[in-house]
């Protein structure tokens, strides 16, 4: 795919960034890069900073101190809307807009002028495993699983190389969690690079190459998953979950 063809050293890297709220540290100091193969699984307790770490890269939040480089620029320097063209974003609730799946999905193919055939939507539905469908189905009437995989599909809309998810299953059932684990496998495979944050351990073993763990606001690892997981006993990573293990 695209990615692969283009030269760059690093997907995102952080370089000694701080993020303050009213004097109050939440992110300390982070120095990171994130390279270019797999998932990369952002984990930590609860109020560790995951959640701010994902919104810095894709500029939602700016740091307070640092520099956030995505391909090896400086993100200060781009336009927020060049960058979340190839920046994908699922938030934990679902955020779609009213009307039908089909206008939710031509949302951002619209500002890019990028033309979309009935018959490319319903390809993209059918990445997330929707019937075609649901292409004229009216939001409100979705399930939340449903409207989760809606979200996805329409961050792959514009062929973003990679996606920032934050606790994308987190609401849902084990069945339309399975459905987007597996989703999320595949479009991994077809190499689209995926951050997720997840506060599930048993989530975490299924799905992610690497990790970035986080506690207290400060990069405490970032290190292979298979290391992570042979390195501490079940009990320990539980601790490191604590409060937050849900699943
Ligand atoms: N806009 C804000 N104003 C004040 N405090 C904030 C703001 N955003 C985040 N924080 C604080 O920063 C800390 C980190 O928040 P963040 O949402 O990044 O944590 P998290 O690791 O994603 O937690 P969770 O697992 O509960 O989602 C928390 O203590 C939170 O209260
Ligand atoms: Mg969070």
């Known amino acids: 795919m695209k990615s692969s063809e283009e030269s760059y050293t690093y997907l995102f890297s952080m370089e000694n960034i701080c993020f303050e709220i009213e004097d109050k540290v939440i992110l300390e100091k982070i120095n990171c890069e994130i390279g270019l193969n797999g998932i990369t699984g952002i984990i930590g307790p609860s109020g560790s900073g995951k959640s701010t770490l994902l919104r810095l890269l894709n500029k939602l939040i700016s740091p307070t101190k640092g520099i956030v480089r995505f391909k090896d620029?400086?993100?200060?320097?781009?336009?927020?809307?060049?960058?979340?063209k190839e920046i994908g974003m699922v938030l934990q609730r679902p955020f779609l807009f009213k009307g039908t799946v089909k206008s939710n999905?031509?949302?951002?193919?619209?500002?890019?002028?990028?033309?979309?055939?009935?018959?490319?939507?319903?390809?993209l539905l059918d990445t997330v495993g929707l019937e075609a469908d649901f292409l004229t189905r009216n939001i409100d009437g979705l399930s939340g699983g449903e409207q989760q995989r809606v979200s996805l599909a329409r961050s792959l809309a514009n062929n973003p190389i990679v996606l920032l998810l934050d606790e994308p299953t987190t609401a849902l059932d084990i069945v339309s969690e399975?459905?987007?684990?597996?989703?999320?496998?595949?479009?991994?495979?077809?190499?689209?690079?995926?951050i997720i944050v997840t506060h599930s351990l048993e989530q975490t073993k299924r799905l992610t190459d690497q990790?970035?763990?986080?506690?207290?606001?400060?990069?405490?690892?970032?290190?292979?998953?298979?290391?992570?997981?042979?390195r501490y006993n079940e009990q320990e990573i539980r601790s490191f979950f604590k409060h937050t293990e849900g699943k």
């Not at 620029?73 to 979340?84: F, H, K, N, P």
Request: proline share 1%; charged share 35%; with cysteine.
């Open 73 to 84: 620029v400086d993100i200060a320097d781009m336009e927020s809307q060049d960058l979340r």
């Open 105 to 123: 999905l031509l949302y951002g193919p619209k500002i890019w002028n990028i033309d979309y055939s009935d018959d490319a939507l319903c390809k």
């Open 211 to 230: 990790l970035l763990f986080l506690k207290e606001g400060q990069l405490i690892e970032k290190t292979t998953s298979k290391d992570f997981f042979k």
């Open 178 to 194: 399975e459905i987007i684990e597996n989703t999320l496998k595949r479009l991994a495979a077809d190499n689209i690079k995926i």
